[in-house]
C-alpha cells in the first residue's frame, strides 16, 4: 500500500512543476490580439493645448480633437471640469471607428496671469479615463 502511494505521489510530482511553467515576462497582448476583440481606443491630437494670450473677462476655447482608432462605437460618458469656471461641451452620440470629434473646453477668464485649466473625460475605453488641459495668459 505504501508502495502504491509512494508510486502515485512520484507521478504526480511532475505535473505540478510543468502547471507553473511559462514566461511571466512575456504575458502582454498584441495589437493585432486587441485588435480581434471589439474595442473601441482613443487618439488624441493633443491632450495639452496652449490657447495663447487673452483678454480678461472674455471667454476663450480649447478645442481638444479624438479620433476613434478602435473597432467599437467610442462613447464619451462625462466631462468633468476641474472648477466652475470651466464649461465642457462634448459629442453626445458614439464615435464610430475612424470617426473624429472633438471636446471643448470653455474658461471664463476672470482672473488675470496665468491659467492652467484641466477636465476628466470619461469613455468606454482602456484606460476609461483621460485628463485634458488648456493653458494660457489672461491679460488686463
Known amino acids: 500500500m505504501k508502495k ?13 512543476g510543468f502547471a507553473q511553467w511559462g514566461d511571466p515576462e512575456n ?3 498584441s495589437s493585432d490580439e486587441l485588435q480581434s476583440t471589439r474595442t473601441a ?7 495639452v493645448l496652449d ?9 476663450v476655447q480649447a478645442k481638444f480633437e479624438i479620433t476613434n482608432i478602435g473597432n467599437a ?3 464619451i460618458s462625462n466631462v468633468n471640469p476641474a472648477c466652475d469656471c470651466t464649461a465642457p461641451e462634448w459629442p453626445k452620440t ?13 474658461y471664463d477668464a476672470e ?15 482602456n484606460p476609461s479615463q483621460y485628463n485634458i488641459v488648456m493653458k494660457g495668459i489672461v491679460q488686463k
Do not use: D, H
Request: one cysteine or more; aromatic letters at 10%.
Open 4 to 16: 502504491t502511494l509512494y508510486i502515485l505521489v512520484l507521478t504526480c510530482i511532475p505535473f505540478f
Open 27 to 29: 504575458n502582454s497582448v
Open 41 to 47: 481606443r482613443a487618439q488624441w491630437t493633443a491632450e
Open 51 to 59: 490657447v495663447g494670450t487673452t483678454k480678461q473677462n472674455k471667454p
Open 73 to 75: 462605437p467610442l462613447i
Open 94 to 106: 458614439p464615435i464610430m471607428p475612424g470617426q473624429k470629434a472633438y471636446i471643448i473646453l470653455e
Open 111 to 125: 482672473s488675470a496671469g496665468k491659467f492652467q485649466k484641466g477636465a476628466i473625460v470619461t469613455m468606454n475605453t
